[in-house]
């Protein structure tokens, strides 16, 4: 078996990356680097790789270099090559949600040439693959002054009040949302699609998802008013599989925003503006390298 490591660039000097491969490659693994310079290098060499018959690709950096390569993966119709995860990135959402080691280049670097590949889903936004979570609406446009309650609000934990407050003052994005045979008009202040469970530097956003269910769970806050925030508490205190009249949770493999305004998303860093935008799951198309009893996977 080949490996290639593709590595960012702005990680390419640190000590414990390179220790990590030398010593690899001293216990006889036979591991290639290649470095990221500018945008487009992702795509450029994973279809190099491809084209030498390269086995396995690790992707070296954050949750956006993750998806670059998943991306680049499945616009090139590459699908047999296996993926594992060096995380390098500062949230490492999508790593730490699978159990892959993330203090610890050797050890993640050690399962990424020694562990098993599992067929794993990924999802698409018009274009644009991915296999975390896509956050929609007030979410694409969080920032670290915004209160952690705000982050956490489809998380275990309920809305501070300022929270709420401050969420009441965002004009909701006006639309209309399709799946499973619905049409529903929307008014959505912020918003999830979710394969993986983590974002925004470990806010569980979606405890319950599994990135082998064959699908995607959308949760999303309505707009309300002041007078709501009791109810709203209420709902957000419910468990995970709750939908009310505010927290909206569903489970669908194809769903699809359509407005006259932007709808911002987020794809792990990565923006998309678009007035229509269709999700859909893509069941099976990923073989990640994943640790031996990950929590990710759900038993078929």
């Known amino acids: 078996m080949t490996y290639r490591l593709l590595l960012n660039g702005k990680k390419a000097a640190q000590d414990d990356i390179r220790e990590a491969i030398y010593q690899l490659r001293g216990e006889g ?66 790593a730490t949600a699978c159990s892959i080691p993330t203090n610890s280049a050797y050890d993640a670097l050690l399962l990424a040439v020694s562990g098993t590949s599992k067929p794993i889903d990924a999802a698409r936004a018009n274009d644009r693959h991915f296999v975390n979570i896509a956050t929609a609406g007030f979410g694409a446009q969080v920032t670290a002054n915004t209160p952690i309650a705000l982050k956490n609000f489809l998380g275990g934990g309920a809305y501070t009040l300022a929270g709420l ?24 202040v912020v918003g999830a699609i979710c394969n993986g469970r983590m974002a925004g530097g470990g806010q569980a956003l979606s405890p319950t998802s599994f990135i082998n269910d064959g699908y995607l769970d959308v949760v999303s806050l309505e707009e309300f008013t002041p007078s709501d925030i009791t109810a709203v508490i ?24 359509i407005s006259d305004g932007i709808m911002p998303v987020n794809l792990d860093g990565e923006p998309i503006e678009a007035t229509n935008i269709e999700f859909c799951v893509l069941p099976n198309t990923i073989q990640l390298v994943l640790p031996e009893h990950c929590p990710m996977l759900v038993s078929h």
Not at 180 to 185: A, F, K, L, M
């Open 29 to 94: 693994y036979p591991l290639e680097v290649r470095v990221t310079w500018e945008g487009g290098d992702i795509e450029r060499l994973v279809q190099e790789a491809a084209a030498q018959g390269v086995s396995r690709l690790i992707a070296g950096g954050g949750d956006g270099t993750i998806n670059e390569v998943v991306d680049a993966l499945l616009k090139n119709n590459i699908t047999a090559m296996e993926v594992a995860v060096l995380p390098l990135g500062t949230a490492n959402d999508f």
């Open 234 to 257: 209420e709902e957000l205190m419910q468990d995970d599989g709750y939908s009310g009249t505010f927290v909206k949770r569903n489970q669908v493999k194809t769903i699809e925003w």
């Open 165 to 188: 407050v401050q969420a009441i003052n965002f004009q909701p994005f006006k639309g209309t949302v399709k799946f499973d045979g619905q049409t529903v008009t929307s008014n959505v």
